[in-house]
């Protein structure tokens, strides 16, 4: 390959695409990692909210709500934390609208609350419309 006139074209051909060939494999997997980690911050964002609402219903228990809770659990609208001047504002980060609401119940004597949202690109699984304002 290397003779006393250094490298030859076909040498530098060969390398150059094998060279190329690994840049175009390393930006791919850039690509891929920085789609990833956008996901997981507007995961985190959705999550966040989920947990405020959550919150917000877990103070509304312990200080407004009368009667006991039991297995079949409660559906706790915004409308009622609005009442009571905790609700929490749900937007998306592109500033859209999102509604939700809060499922309590109480098994093996601890309270359960889920929080589900629905926004125009997210959906908390086991979301139910009829449950929400």
């Not at 509304?60 to 929490?88: A, F, H, K, Q």
Request: include cysteine; proline fraction near 2%; charge should be negative.
């Amino acid at each position: 390959m290397l003779n006393k006139h250094g490298w030859g074209l076909k040498e530098m051909l060969v390398l150059s695409g094998v060279l190329i060939l690994f840049l175009i494999i390393a930006i791919y997997y850039i690509f891929t990692l920085y789609q990833e980690i956008g996901r997981d911050v507007t995961n985190n964002y959705y999550y966040d909210l989920e947990d405020d609402l959550e919150n917000s219903a877990e103070v509304y228990l312990r200080d407004y709500y009368e009667d006991t809770l039991n297995s079949e659990g409660i559906t706790i609208t915004r409308s009622v934390l609005r009442s009571y001047d905790l609700d929490v504002s749900l937007v998306d980060p592109n500033r859209h609208a999102c509604s939700g609401y809060v499922v309590a119940s109480r098994t093996h004597a601890e309270n359960i609350i889920d929080a589900y949202i629905s926004c125009p690109n997210y959906t908390t699984d086991g979301y139910e419309e009829w449950r929400s304002e």
